[in-house]
């Protein structure tokens, strides 16, 4: 037992500092990255709000509000996680940290809560005007919606690790990354009703993440039966499970020749 918690300890120490030095990042970087990350679900918030498309009474902003904070959860560490893979594997950066005893899953769960943390300044600014426009629950239960952001954080960070490490550049990879974000958000009930999307859609919307994120977020507003808000967790956590393995499957130290920008 004693040896188990030693274990533990240890890969909480080392995914700490590997955590901790990329958050100097923040220094520099930090400022373009709430207004980048704030723009696109800023947008989609005010537009829902003023557009009547058929969603009548407060449900239109609750998923207005909901959907804009569960896409920029999602999608801002999947982005942010991407393009930091491909610009350390450009400059040959993974070569330094394959010198240290850390293993490739501590490596990106300590990116991830990088790509998070980044998130987290534009998410509470939609979180706030939102709340200025809606009447939700959402105060109430700040508790559970931390715990479907960040869960939500993860459940396509894998896949962004995936994407930089497959990129042959850091381009290919930042477009990769913009390329996959409108379809796991448009095309999943994040900011409309299930039945308002195409038949297609709502069979292929059960696959994707953001369709869970979005209903355990509209959960924690008060909108909806709060009995699915653990479930949606657990199937949240699966996709988190499934793409941080593709990750680290992935995950390659040293660039090589077939590898090579």
Excluded at 158 to 172: E, H, L, M, R
Excluded at 248 to 261: E, N
Aim: with cysteine; proline share 4%; aromatic share 18%.
């Amino acid at each position: 037992m004693s040896n188990q918690v030693k274990r533990i300890k240890r890969a909480l120490y080392e995914t700490y500092f590997l955590f901790l030095g990329r958050c100097y990042n923040l220094r520099l970087q930090w400022f373009w990255y709430v207004v980048m990350l704030s723009i696109s679900p800023l947008s989609y918030l005010f537009f829902l709000l003023f557009y009547n498309n058929g969603i009548q009474g407060n449900e239109l902003g609750i998923y207005a509000f909901s959907g804009s904070i569960a896409a920029s959860a999602v999608t801002s560490a999947m982005l942010s996680l991407g393009q930091t893979i491909g610009g350390l594997r450009e400059g040959n950066a993974m070569e330094f940290y394959s010198t240290l005893p850390i293993s490739k899953l501590r490596f990106i769960f300590a990116l991830s809560l990088e790509g998070i943390l980044f998130s987290l300044p534009s998410s509470l600014i939609v979180f706030i005007m939102g709340s200025l426009f809606l009447e939700t629950d959402a105060l109430a239960r700040i508790p559970y919606l931390l715990i479907a952001y960040f869960v939500s954080a993860f459940s396509l960070a894998g896949v962004g690790a995936f994407i930089g490490f497959s990129g042959k550049t850091p381009q290919s990879v930042s477009l990769a990354t913009q390329v996959i974000s409108p379809f796991i958000v448009l095309f999943a009930p994040v900011y409309l009703p299930i039945e308002k999307l195409p038949f297609f859609f709502q069979f292929t919307s059960r696959f994707i993440p953001t369709t869970y994120s979005a209903r355990a977020m509209r959960v924690t507003m008060g909108y909806g039966d709060f009995s699915t808000f653990w479930i949606d967790i657990l199937i949240l956590l699966g996709f988190s499970v499934l793409c941080l393995y593709g990750a680290v499957r992935k995950a390659k130290w040293r660039v090589t020749s077939s590898d090579a920008y």
